[in-house]
């Protein structure tokens, strides 16, 4: 029996480590060939290709550089036509955090929150969409946040930039559609990365208190959900925010 994502293609941005990183092995595992991008981490970058080309006989790549800047999505748009000869599955799922009280926020702590995590989005979708309106087919699945569905102290700017990816992705879904073009976004909550790894126990403890299941997520809780939506087991499902989140948002 073939895999789900046989033959198709995929970018996840922000694919080196943590959520991305594990998004990225999904998809590869189904059979699809992915290109992760990434901002900083060369050592991390070449492992998770290297694990690509384990998990899946299909073609795995990396492309560095800053989605907040317009100039890369043009480059990653470019290197997918000419090394994938297309693209079939876009995951923005890049992002940063910068927190703190939001009457104290600097305005680059603001700005440069919403540039990676919102406006890389946009340009993302804007340069690689045309590719998949070329076939009439494509499937972009935005990673945005709990936070960006109920808000989160001294998150002011992360929070935004998530509930702007919604709006992002509910507009474009319907703009789409007639392309079958599927917009779907996924909001995780509290999950275990190199980010809560820090957290102490008591911080950990009172965090993992706030959820339903009373634990924290794992990357995969997301990756698979991502894997679904990106296959055509997914095909009727278009303009959707599903949270993974232990009940965390309830």
């Known amino acids: 029996m073939s895999s789900n994502l046989e033959g198709k293609r995929a970018i996840v941005t922000g694919g080196s480590r943590g959520i991305g990183r594990a998004i990225a092995l999904a998809l590869a595992s189904e059979g699809a060939e992915v290109l992760i991008t990434y901002i900083g981490n060369d050592e991390a970058a070449a492992k998770t290709v290297?694990?690509?080309?384990n998990a899946s006989s299909s073609k795995a790549s990396s492309l560095k550089g800053d989605v907040g800047n317009s100039e890369f999505a043009k480059e990653a748009a470019a290197w997918l036509?000419?090394?994938f000869d297309g693209v079939d599955i876009l995951v923005n799922n890049a992002g940063i955090t910068n927190?703190?009280?939001f009457m104290?926020?600097?305005d680059e702590s603001f700005d440069s929150v919403v540039?990676?995590?919102?406006n890389g989005a946009f340009y993302m979708m804007r340069e690689i969409v045309p590719l998949m309106v070329k076939q009439r087919d494509g499937r972009i699945i935005n990673i945005s946040s709990v936070a960006g569905v109920k808000g989160n102290p001294g998150q002011a700017n992360y929070s935004a930039s998530k509930a702007g990816l919604i709006g992002l992705s509910l507009s474009a879904s319907k703009e789409l559609g007639v392309r079958n073009i599927r917009v779907n976004v996924v909001a995780p909550g509290f999950i275990k990365t190199d980010m809560t790894a820090k957290l102490s126990e008591k911080q950990l403890e009172q965090s993992e208190a706030a959820i339903t299941l009373k634990r924290a997520g794992e990357a995969e809780d997301v990756a698979e959900l991502v894997a679904f939506l990106a296959s055509d087991k997914a095909a009727y499902i278009t303009g959707q925010v599903i949270a993974v989140d232990g009940g965390l948002a309830i």
């Not at 540039?115 to 919102?118: A, D, G, I, M, V």
């Open 50 to 53: 290297a694990d690509l080309k």
């Open 99 to 101: 927190d703190g009280i």
């Open 104 to 106: 104290r926020m600097k």
């Open 115 to 118: 540039q990676t995590n919102l």
């Open 81 to 83: 036509k000419e090394n």
